[in-house]
């Protein structure tokens, strides 16, 4: 619901930090005004608006995090690139970040596919594509679940140090033994937002912190059990030897943990999310972002424990549990075919029938003509 709120004639300056950001963000609303602009410690020094200093507040600054962990991540995706971007490359970034989440929803709900992806700096010569390529490259490291788009300017080189403690890396083969999936990714988190969000390490930096992640998780692996499945072992052996990403380590450590983990557990859980779609399937905002919420687990350890558990994908379960009441309300019943797909859980009646069609060959007229 909106709030009313008035334009000040002032800018917010803060001291360039994300935390400082975020606490503008907390003092707008608290105010209920919308700032002239919003500036950093360079921008603020020039500009021709009156100013406001706001301070950072650590309090401040994690109730609007805790806020934003609650909108989803494309008002993440959305907060960050305000912060990061420059008003000259904001529009563009802006307009290819849409994109790419557009993307990446529709690879994830269709094909069960994450999609991340990295920019490089424009370019007006053919000759210099393969640098915004090399670019590119660099910036996908940064990527994470939460974070699914990274241009490279957003990468600092101010930073000359990580953080990964000792305790860090204990906490985490703790975790991965318990199949603890819920704190791993906590755990994932917290690495991922005092490297990436506070301190947005150098390229080099970067690769020293994944080696280091990568050496923790190589521990826990030689800890796995004799009786862990030996086909899982290998496919996990392989993927240590991929190219080093945040989102590979994550990757890396959810298997470890499912290696380690409580099969039954696993399968109960399984078994009440498969009930939760079945008894849930007629909503047409049921999906991967709903569910995760729902049972408190990441979209990504979701869509592999079932996928595992079922023998197909998330959207396939969902379109065959639609699909199949679908054929049966036009079989059985005089259900009008405009409020039929209304009925099965879709907000599109063209999405309907072609789903309908691709699952049984025939339009949902033709089946009730039979």
């Known amino acids: 619901m909106p709030y009313p709120a008035h334009v000040s ?34 921008e603020g020094q020039i500009t021709l608006f009156g100013t406001e200093t706001i ?95 990274f241009p490279y300017e957003f990468i600092k080189k101010d930073s000359n140090v ?48 994944l080696s280091d992640i990568r050496n923790t998780l190589l521990k826990a692996r030689f800890a796995l059990p004799q009786d862990a499945d030996p086909e899982a072992v290998n496919v996990l052996d392989e993927r240590f030897n991929e190219h080093l990403t945040f989102k590979l380590c994550e990757d890396l ?8 983990g409580n099969k039954e557990d696993d399968n109960t859980l399984s078994s009440t999310i498969e009930k939760y779609i079945k008894d849930n399937y007629k909503d047409p905002s049921l999906g991967l972002n709903k569910i995760s919420d729902e049972f408190q687990i990441s979209e990504s350890y979701f869509s592999h424990m079932f996928k595992e558990k079922t023998g197909v994908n998330f959207s396939t379960y969902l379109e065959n ?17 405009n409020e039929l797909y209304i009925a099965v859980g879709y907000n599109n009646s063209n999405t309907f029938r ?11 007229s033709a089946m009730r003509e039979k």
């Open 162 to 209: 990580f953080y990964y403690p000792p305790e860090i890396s204990t906490k985490l083969i703790h975790f991965i033994s318990t199949g603890n999936t819920s704190q791993v990714l906590e755990l994932f988190n917290l690495i991922h937002q005092e490297n990436i969000e506070e301190r947005t390490l150098p390229v080099n930096l970067l690769k020293y912190l």
């Open 354 to 364: 072609r789903a309908f069609k691709k699952v049984y060959g025939v339009t949902p």
């Open 55 to 149: 301070a950072t507040d650590p309090t401040h600054a994690r109730r609007v995090a805790n806020g934003l962990t609650r909108l989803g991540p494309m008002v993440r995706e959305r907060v960050m690139t305000g912060f990061l971007s420059t008003e000259e490359e904001k529009d563009l970034i802006l307009k290819i970040n849409n994109c790419i989440l557009r993307l990446h929803d529709y690879l994830l709900d269709t094909y069960d596919i994450w999609l991340f992806a990295g920019i490089g700096r424009n370019t007006d010569s053919l000759m210099n594509v393969w640098e915004c390529y090399q670019q590119a490259s660099e910036a996908v490291s940064y990527t994470t679940k939460n974070y699914i788009f």
């Open 9 to 42: 004639d002032a800018a917010y300056c803060y001291d360039g930090s994300y935390a400082g950001f975020l606490c503008c963000i907390f003092e707008s609303y608290t105010r209920r005004e919308i700032p002239s602009a919003v500036l950093g410690p360079a």
């Open 253 to 260: 450590a959810l298997s470890l943990c499912n290696l380690f």
């Open 321 to 337: 549990i639609r699909m199949a009441e679908a054929a049966r309300l036009i079989q059985e019943t005089d259900i009008s075919l």
